[in-house]
């Protein structure tokens, strides 16, 4: 696949494709692309309904400009952990990022976490966090307490009584059964609207079905994360381990 960022000519085949009702991966595929490329590349620039090549090639231009005046490589780039790349750090970020906003996340609490979930402490103070997204405190204080909304985040005091922001083990478990229980809160309107349409009416019948579909995916999405919760506290296998 190719490298390097896209050229305006293969943005410009992005929003042809969009127009034409195509999907991120087909889109992907036609240019060559990874589909994480494609998605990273319309959601950063106004989303599925307001992508123009143009303007995303300007902004994409402006936003490398910024970052080689804040962020010049040498001595004065943020060492990383472990040897990583922190280039490649950094994209991988904007990839998950990306995603997480696909998935209908607002951008700022996308962002923050991202940021927590790609630490290895899995925890930031409220001022890392705007150091590091380089936002306001009130942005990161909005994303937390939505975040957290959620169940995605949770907060503790560390031994120098400063608040910290952590994504834990049982944070996607967390979440998960609170999507669940909010598909359950659908499901019990639903059928308070059956008995105000009156149950042989097509209103009503609708409502019914919506009801009974809700109820199954509530339930299986429950006992899916019941079952699996034990996989977020197990320690993956290395290749060792699985030639052993």
Not at 85 to 102: G, K
Request: glycine residues 6%; aromatic residues 4%; neutral net charge.
């Amino acid at each position: 696949m190719p490298g390097g960022r896209l050229t305006q000519p293969e943005r410009q085949q992005i929003a042809l494709g969009l127009a034409d009702g195509l999907a991120y991966a087909e889109i992907a595929r036609r240019l060559d692309r990874p589909t994480s490329t494609v998605t990273r590349e319309v959601m950063r620039n106004g989303g599925p309904t307001a992508y123009r090549a143009d303007l995303a090639h300007r902004a994409t231009e402006r936003r490398a400009h910024r970052r080689r005046q804040a962020a010049p490589r040498g001595a004065d780039a943020p060492e990383q952990a472990h040897g990583r790349d922190a280039e490649a750090v950094r994209e991988y970020e904007e990839t998950f990022t990306t995603v997480l906003m696909a998935s209908g996340a607002p951008k700022m609490m996308s962002r923050v976490m991202a940021c927590l979930t790609l630490t290895d402490t899995g925890s930031l103070t409220a001022s890392e966090l705007v150091q590091r997204l380089k936002v306001s405190p009130a942005s990161v204080s909005k994303a937390i307490a939505f975040a957290e909304s959620q169940g995605f985040v949770r907060r503790e005091r560390d031994e120098r009584r400063r608040e910290r922001y952590v994504v834990d083990d049982d944070v996607w478990y967390e979440s998960t059964m609170a999507s669940a229980r909010s598909l359950a809160q659908i499901v019990e309107t639903a059928r308070q609207g059956v008995g105000v349409l009156g149950p042989d009416t097509p209103a009503a019948a609708r409502l019914e079905n919506i009801a009974r579909f809700l109820d199954f995916v509530s339930e299986s999405t429950a006992r899916a994360a019941e079952q699996a919760r034990e996989i977020l506290h197990t320690k993956p296998e290395t290749p060792s381990d699985s030639t052993t």
